[in-house]
């Protein structure tokens, strides 16, 4: 499509003067990575770190920062731009015009087994070898790739989608709009054991799994109920793959993940607060509203809403940063403390 329309529907309205361009209103094919775009691309550089590439990229078109030098710069060669302050949710929109996943038609094949109880909304697809249990409610629009497993008396809201090999267990709801990615978990067995002389006692898991609406589940992510109460994952959550929410959590709204977080029973998430890879929280732990959790952080108390804390035990980052530094001055430190040892023996 022409350069201007995708303007116009991606909503950013500040651009160049066409009449700056060798081809007034490019006609742009695709969207492509700024250092591997190609003519007849659009791109985008997201800030100062990628500015060089201004100088370099193929692109016909590029998202800009508000940042004039660019801009002349784009214009000097003769790459039409838009300028915006987020170029990179601008270049999401963009992407969204050009590809969208692979959803079937509405329709059940022939091999799913679903049992009679079943409610179904309207326009729903459900692929190859899929089995949903008695008293299932499907809403509308909802689509169910293969070998997808739902368990007894499960809700699942309207326009939802289950990628293939998922399994949702018994005495969970899914709201409106929801994505659990292949291999993902939801609602299985929290991890209730009572100790005893003879061994380790079971501890059924009666609870429930919920998970509001616009929540994304990536791929081989569990998602634990309770031996009793609820297991929640508020509105517009999203985890990476490979992510553990235990029995009994309370996961905020806007909550982001990233790969092999795991969290033990009964943690409670604030709003807005993002956890980087390998996040480990320990059991009971409360993270405030706005909180930053950097890689590998191992979070053993509570956090203030707002911080930002790093390492294992899990510290203020700006202090993790003064103790990451004198580490890396261990070695020196060490020969200056034996060189010290030396001269007081020598001097005694």
Known sequence: MKFSEIAAKIGITEQSSLSEYADRDPEIAGVSAVEQAEAGALSYIEGAKFAHFVATTQASALILPKNEALQ??????????????????????AIALFYQPFKPAPGIHPTAIIDPSVTLGEEVAIGAYVVIQA????????????????????????????????????????????VIHSGAAIGSEGFGFVPTAQGWEKMEQSGYTVLEDGVEIGCNSTVDRPAVGETRIKRGTKLDNLVHVAHGCQVGEGVVMAAQVGMAGGVIIGNRVILAGQVGIANQAKIGDGAIATAKAGIHSDV??????????????????????????????YQTLKQLQRQFTSTK
């Open 72 to 93: 002349a710069q784009a214009s000097e060669r003769g790459i039409a731009w838009l300028s915006t302050p987020d170029p990179r949710l601008g270049f999401a929109r």
């Open 135 to 178: 008293g299932v409610k499907i809403g509308s629009g909802v689509c169910i790739q293969p070998n997808v497993v739902v368990y007894p008396h499960v809700e699942i809201g309207d326009g939802t989608v289950l990628h293939a090999n998922c399994v949702i267990h018994e005495r969970t709801k899914l709201g409106r709009a929801c």
């Open 304 to 333: 203030e809403a707002g911080s930002i804390v790093a390492g294992s035990p899990a510290i203020s980052h700006k202090l993790f940063l003064k103790a990451a530094a004198v580490y890396n001055r261990l070695p020196e430190m």
